[in-house]
C-alpha cells in the first residue's frame, strides 16, 4: 500500500490547540473536526442561551462536497523510498487541522465557524475602558 519513508531530523512546534493533531507515521484515515462561536461585544451583556451549536443553521448544514468526475492519469517514479526533511519549523497549528509526516489514505478536514458581532443600539454607547 505505502511505499515511502518519511525521515525528518529535527521538528519543533510552538502551540497546538483546537482539535490539532500531530501525526508522526504512516496512517490510513485523516479525519480533522472543529466548530466554534466567535462572539464579538460592545458590552458584556449575556443572554444564557450562547453556545447551542445546533441554534445556528451553519452547524445543522450538510457539507456539500463537490462531485469529481474528472479522469486523471500520471506516472510516478521514486528514485528513492525516502522523503527526507532536515527541520521543520511550525509556529502554530489551529482548528482541526493536521501536520502529517508520513503517508495517509485519506485526509478530510472541517471546520464551522458562526461570527456574531453584537452591537449596542445607535445612542446607548458604553465608555470602554
Same mark, same amino acid.
Given at each position: 500500500?505505502?511505499?515511502?519513508?518519511?525521515?525528518?531530523?529535527?521538528?519543533?512546534?510552538?502551540?497546538?490547540?483546537?482539535?490539532?493533531?500531530?501525526?508522526?507515521?504512516?496512517?490510513?484515515?485523516?479525519?480533522?473536526?472543529?466548530?466554534?462561536?466567535?462572539?464579538?461585544?460592545?458590552?458584556?451583556?449575556?443572554?444564557?442561551?450562547?453556545? +447551542?451549536?445546533?441554534?445556528?443553521?451553519?452547524?445543522?448544514?450538510?457539507?456539500?462536497?463537490?462531485?469529481?468526475?474528472?479522469?486523471?492519469?500520471?506516472?510516478? &517514479?521514486?528514485?528513492?523510498?525516502?522523503?527526507?526533511?532536515? +527541520?521543520?519549523?511550525?509556529?502554530?497549528?489551529?482548528?482541526?487541522?493536521?501536520?502529517?509526516? /508520513?503517508?495517509?489514505?485519506?485526509?478530510?478536514?472541517?471546520?464551522?465557524?458562526?461570527?456574531?458581532?453584537?452591537?449596542?443600539?445607535?445612542? &446607548?454607547?458604553?465608555?470602554? /475602558?
Amino acid at each position: 500500500m505505502l511505499t515511502r519513508t518519511s525521515s525528518v531530523d529535527t521538528f519543533k512546534n510552538i502551540i497546538l490547540s483546537f482539535s490539532s493533531v500531530i501525526q508522526l507515521g504512516d496512517s490510513c484515515i485523516l479525519n480533522g473536526f472543529s466548530r466554534a462561536l466567535a462572539v464579538q461585544r460592545e458590552a458584556e451583556i449575556f443572554f444564557g442561551n450562547e453556545g +447551542n451549536f445546533p441554534s445556528y443553521s451553519i452547524f445543522r448544514m450538510p457539507l456539500q462536497l463537490p462531485p469529481i468526475n474528472e479522469s486523471i492519469s500520471f506516472i510516478r &517514479h521514486n528514485r528513492t523510498p525516502i522523503i527526507k526533511a532536515n +527541520n521543520i519549523n511550525i509556529t502554530a497549528v489551529s482548528n482541526s487541522s493536521i501536520v502529517h509526516i /508520513g503517508n495517509t489514505k485519506h485526509a478530510s478536514m472541517e471546520v464551522r465557524i458562526k461570527h456574531i458581532r453584537q452591537l449596542l443600539p445607535r445612542g &446607548h454607547e458604553q465608555e470602554i /475602558g
